[in-house]
C-alpha cells in the first residue's frame, strides 16, 4: 500500500495547518489521520507526515513515541482498552482485562492472529462515573462486567 494522502485529505491538512500559526502545532491531528488511514504509525509513515509538515522525522517520532494513542505497531481491526485505573479497577476493570486476555489468548498491546482483536490496559479514559469501562476503537462502553464484555465481542466476530 502506497503511503500517501489523497487530494482531499490533502485539503484537509491544509486546513488543519491554518489553524496555528506554525505547522509544527498541526502534528498531532495529522497523525491521526495517517493512523486512521495506515492503521498504525510505520516509519515510512511518520517520514511522509514528516515531510508533509517540514519537520524532522526525529520531532515526528518523539511525538508518537510520547502519545499511547499513536500504535507503533499494526492493531486489531477492533483495539480493546481496558480501564484499569482507581475508578474501574474498584468496580472490576482488572477482571475484565484478565478475562479479555483468556478469552482472546491475548495480553497487553497483542493482536489475535487472526488480526481482529488487538488489547490494552489503560491507566484512564476519564470515564470514573460510568466505572468500569472499556473502549472499542473510538467507542465507549460504560458500567461494562465479563457478561456484557462478552456478549459485545460476541457481537464482533
Known sequence: MA???SQEELQKIEEIKKRYPEQKAAIMPVLWMAQKKFGWLSDEVKQYVADLLGLSYAHVHGVVSFYTMYFKKPMGKYHIQVCTNVSCMLLGGEEIYIHLCDKLGIKHLETTSDGKFSLEE????????????????????????????????????
Open 3 to 5: 503511503i500517501e494522502f
Open 122 to 157: 489503560v491507566e484512564c479514559m476519564g470515564a470514573c462515573g460510568g466505572a468500569p469501562m472499556i473502549a472499542i476503537n473510538e467507542d465507549y462502553y460504560e458500567n461494562m462486567d465479563i457478561n456484557k464484555v462478552d456478549a459485545l465481542i460476541d457481537s464482533l466476530r
